[in-house]
């Protein structure tokens, strides 16, 4: 069984959409998207500097566009389940059928618009955690007032919470945990502070009209895997002020057998956590075009 994975925010790089633009159609197809949701992706996938692409607001359509395209070039595969990490999750829900692509642009762009705003009402930012055991850690975090954004599993956890916060955090790390790593986001979301982008959200998907997935759509609510398009849309606007659950999200690919996973373009999070948790489930991250052949190679021997 394979499993197809989207990373979240802080996966971006300058540049790495370039190489994927030279593939049939894909050009016309991300100036349509741009046109569609007043982003000009195309320059922030391929000139924009790390600066430019850490905005909330650019770094959300991004990653979801990078996602699409990425999974395009892979054909019609036999899935035994999605999943995406974060606002990977919207990606995910298009993979999954409970939203068409131009509908995932346009939810994906307001969803960064509005954490953006709400990100900029209070200093934040988000660090990951290294080590060292998840509830010595959890307890930890939230004495300093800090949020446990992310809970990844494989020894990782994230942090979010105000610059003062996350400064004290430096200098005052949980038992056990051996390094402290601030990451590429401009805000501490998953946390309270994106409390008036659940509300921006919400609104924004009262236009849309989902599907049920066609394939195991796994949460990062709870791991759950959820069959009705409409918790499905419920569940991406909670999402943005609840922590992610990467951690269940990957014990349910263990209850479902899966076998391998392939994480889509800008890979390499996913399959370094999953390389850590799922001992002998087979990993691959689509970086560059390049990583093409390799991953049809694995849908041919994991795919349903």
């Known amino acids: 069984m394979l499993v197809l994975v989207a990373p979240g925010q802080g996966a971006q790089a300058p540049g790495f959409l370039t190489e994927w633009l030279d593939l049939p159609g894909a050009a016309d197809r991300v100036a349509a998207w741009s ?39 892979l054909g019609d595969i036999a899935l035994g389940a999605v999943a995406g990490h974060s606002v990977g999750e919207i990606t995910a829900a298009a993979l999954a059928g409970v939203l068409d692509d131009d509908a995932a642009l346009s939810l994906v762009r307001k969803r960064g618009l509005a954490m953006a705003d709400a990100a ?33 599993g494989a020894g990782q956890i994230v942090a979010a919470g105000t ?21 590429k986001v401009a805000g501490a979301f998953h946390t309270h502070h994106m409390g008036p982008a659940v509300d921006a959200l919400a609104e924004a998907a009262k236009a849309l009209t989902p599907a049920d997935p066609k394939v195991a759509y796994v949460s990062n609510k709870d791991g759950k895997a959820v069959t009705s398009g409409a918790e499905v849309l419920e569940r991406l606007v909670g999402q943005v002020a609840n922590p992610v659950r990467w951690d269940l999200c990957m014990d349910t690919f263990k209850e479902l057998g ?23 489930v087979k990993t691959l991250a689509l970086k560059t075009p390049a990583d093409l052949d390799a991953a049809r190679e694995l849908i041919a021997e994991h795919a349903a």
Not at 53 to 73: E, F, K
Not at 166 to 173: C, N, Q, V
């Open 120 to 152: 900029a009402v209070t200093e934040t930012g988000m660090a990951a955690l290294l080590g060292g055991d998840p509830d010595t850690t959890v307890a930890h975090l939230e004495k300093l007032g800090l949020t446990p954004a992310n809970i990844n």
């Open 163 to 183: 610059t003062e916060q996350l400064a004290a955090l430096e200098s005052d790390k949980p038992d056990g945990v051996r390094r402290v790593v601030a990451l």
């Open 35 to 73: 046109d569609a949701i007043g982003l000009d992706l195309a320059h922030y996938g391929t000139k924009a500097d790390a600066d430019a692409i850490r905005d909330t607001a650019v770094a959300q359509p991004l990653l979801v566009a990078a996602g699409l395209l990425s999974a395009s070039a």
């Open 258 to 280: 899966v076998t391998a996973l392939l994480e889509l373009c800008p890979g390499g999070t996913l399959t370094g956590l999953a390389k850590r948790a799922l001992p002998g």
